[in-house]
């Protein structure tokens, strides 16, 4: 792609982890509501949980996520027993007999646990919860709090999947990014998750930070493809200082502009291309016999507030403070401030602050930004059959699309899209097109590459 259109499709769009996106849930949706939800699931229906981790040792100063810094253990102690009443209290509201099928572990840090915590944590999920035979339990690892006895409890527990947050390897950047990781400590974890029989690694990665240069994020990939995880997560840096302050302390004269962005991506994509792994929507990598890819292929692929998934579950159900749930009748989140949250689970009610019903409109478009954002092409056509649905009314969306076709970056024919490679990185900017909420300037995301 020419850099240029990276600038100028340098719109501030969602992520589309979820249609509507969470800017829109609102405090109509609380905990009555999603108490009825919960009771109205059909038994049968597969399950997934989200458990968020607040507590992280250490702030890394590009972090987006809703953490907490302690550096004792008292206050992870003291969540997790909330933690646990909330999840004797909503499986309590769901319907006997459910399954779940997919268990992820977020945060924040799982690893700040201690493995006899981690343990007790999945013991008491697998109790009241009733994990599927073959549940995909899913663990985010810091290596750097990361130790031999966790690994080992983790294996034993049963956890099939563990994701590494990285970043880069290149010393200069993770001073710049306050997360001082030596190469040695990394691999040291993918050591000991393949000795105990954990072989599905992800690794995060991320371009767009201050210090990173083409070079230097093209060494950071080579070093990951070294250590050969199953998948890599590639994600642009969101810097969004007016909402997480810290990152303040991201100087932004190292930032690296829109266009230099758009370079690291490219060289880093055509690299992971090289070694054998399949582009995966908009962020993420997989070796061609992964689930991911597999389920690309077979047009399976799916998106969630986690990413990209092979998850199918129609009621994801989100533990902890900010945890967010979906539901066929829609979306939930519950407090992200830890004293609200514990406030709620004290007082015996779910911890949800907001949400928003999803009705017939939304699930259709949702289904259509999922498609695009999945497979990098929709045919709005086959979707509207399946929501009994006139494609007609998308005229004006199809139209809006036309600049993106003229700079090369989408094919449209028909009620067809299809991004174009170059596109690919944009395709958050062609799902806008179909977002009913979206006006200008009303909500500030991060950079569409
Ligand atoms: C919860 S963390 C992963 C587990 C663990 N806390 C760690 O950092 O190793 C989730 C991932 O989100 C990504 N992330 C966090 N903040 C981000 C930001 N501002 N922009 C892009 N990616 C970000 C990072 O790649 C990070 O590894
Ligand atoms: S990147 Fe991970 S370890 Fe660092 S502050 Fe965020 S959640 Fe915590």
Redesign the pocket.
């Given at each position: 792609m020419r850099p240029e259109l990276a600038a100028k499709y340098d719109v501030r769009v969602p992520r589309y982890t979820s249609y509507p996106t969470a800017p829109h849930f609102s405090p109509a949706i609380g905990a009555e509501r999603y108490a009825e939800g919960l009771d109205e699931l059909p038994p049968d229906m597969p399950l997934s949980l989200y458990l968020h981790i607040l507590y992280?040792a250490e702030m890394?100063w590009?972090?987006?996520?809703n953490?907490k810094i302690t550096k004792q253990y008292a206050p992870v102690a003291d969540y997790l027993e909330y933690l646990w009443r909330e999840i004797d209290m909503i499986a309590g509201l769901v319907p006997d007999g459910m399954r779940a099928r997919h268990i992820h572990f977020?945060?924040?840090?799982?690893?700040i646990l201690t493995p006899a915590d981690f343990t007790a944590t999945v013991e008491r999920l697998r109790e009241r919860f009733h994990f599927a035979a073959d549940a995909e339990v899913a663990v985010?690892?810091?290596?750097?709090t990361t130790d031999r006895d966790y690994v080992r409890a983790m294996a034993a527990c049963g956890v099939t999947r563990a994701?590494?947050?990285?970043?880069d390897f290149d010393p200069a950047v993770q001073e710049a990014i306050n997360?001082i990781q030596p190469y040695d400590i990394t691999a040291r974890v993918f050591d000991w998750l393949r000795e105990e029989g954990v072989t599905e690694i992800n690794m995060?990665?991320?371009y767009?930070l201050p210090r990173q240069t083409v070079p230097g994020v093209v060494e950071t990939i080579d070093k990951a493809v070294g250590l050969a995880p199953r998948r890599i997560?590639l994600?642009?840096?969101?810097?969004?200082p007016w909402m997480?302050k810290h990152?303040t302390l991201i100087h932004e004269s190292e930032l690296p502009g829109i266009e230099e962005r758009w370079r690291q991506y490219e060289a880093a994509a055509a690299r992971l291309g090289e070694a054998g792994y399949v582009a995966i929507g908009l962020d993420h990598f997989a070796r061609a016999d992964d689930e991911l890819a597999l389920a690309l292929a077979g047009r399976r692929l799916h998106r969630n507030f986690q990413g990209y998934t092979t998850d199918e579950a129609p009621a994801l159900i989100g533990l902890g403070a900010s945890g967010i749930g979906s539901l066929p009748q829609g979306y939930v989140a519950n407090q992200p401030e830890v004293h609200r949250y514990k406030d709620a689970i004290r007082a015996g009610h779910p911890a949800t602050a907001r949400g928003i019903a999803v009705g017939d409109d939304d699930r259709l478009r949702r289904a259509l930004i999922e498609r695009l954002m999945c497979d990098m092409a929709v045919d709005i056509g086959a979707v509207c059959r399946d929501f009994d649905a006139d494609p007609g009314q998308f005229a004006e969306e199809m139209a809006a699309l036309a600049p993106m076709e003229a700079d090369g970056l989408l094919v449209r024919e028909g009620m067809r899209i299809r991004m174009t490679e170059d596109g690919r990185p944009l395709v958050r900017a062609a799902c806008a097109a179909f977002d009913r909420y979206l006006k200008a300037g009303e909500t500030r995301h991060?950079k569409a590459v």
């Open positions: 992280c890394c590009f972090c987006a996520c953490v977020g945060g924040g840090t799982p690893t985010e690892l810091d290596p750097r994701s590494m947050g990285v970043q997360r995060d990665l991320i767009g997560a994600f642009g840096y969101a810097h969004v997480k990152q991060s």
